[in-house]
């Protein structure tokens, strides 16, 4: 049987997976276009990532996976001290991301190429910690790890609650998760399409 937190760790990957290739998707056809983005749609996206995956997501797997993994299998010690570096270096990733933005939004076309390739960095960046984490932790966390240690990582990812994952969302974030769905141009989203 799948310790629930595996399932919650991969299903919260494939709704930040969704957020960022969204934000690809939304920023190439608005270069296809040469028209600008709904900046406050990228912000609220942003703030989902920094929200969620980075506060939650991250820090759960950081105090309570991957130190029971390193005390169980001295083997994962290199992957987890990469993915912790990269977990320490997130919240300064996303301010990056929302400073060149906002430098777009308010100083113009001449920032969205600066934009553009920090989002394409970022999402690489992501998309590479996932696959490291879904290829070689989780499948040897769910080899190494007892069942006593499993109640107690899943009892903590299942109070996660994060709404791109279908729960319903809290009434502090319920406005950020309408916007997003609801803008984010169809076929993405809700949103009408781009014309």
Known sequence: MTPAALN?????????????RSMRMLLAEHRRRASAPDFGLLRAMLLYVDEFPEKLHHTKESE???PLL?????E???????????HGRGEAAIRALEHDLLAWEVLGESRRAAFEQALDRYVDFYMAHMSLE????????????????????????????????GHAPTDEFRPLFTRIVNT????????PALA
């Open 8 to 20: 919650v760790i991969r299903d919260e990957h494939a709704a930040l997976s969704a957020v960022l």
């Open 64 to 66: 309570l996976l991957f």
């Open 70 to 74: 390193r005390a169980r299998s001295p």
């Open 134 to 165: 879904e290829t070689q932790v989780l499948p040897l966390a769910q080899r190494v790890l007892s069942a006593a240690d499993w109640a107690s990582i899943d009892g903590a990812f299942l109070a996660n609650r994060d709404p791109l994952t």
């Open 184 to 191: 984010v141009p169809a076929p993405i989203g809700l949103g």
């Open 76 to 86: 994962a010690a290199e992957a987890l001290d990469r993915l912790d570096a990269e």
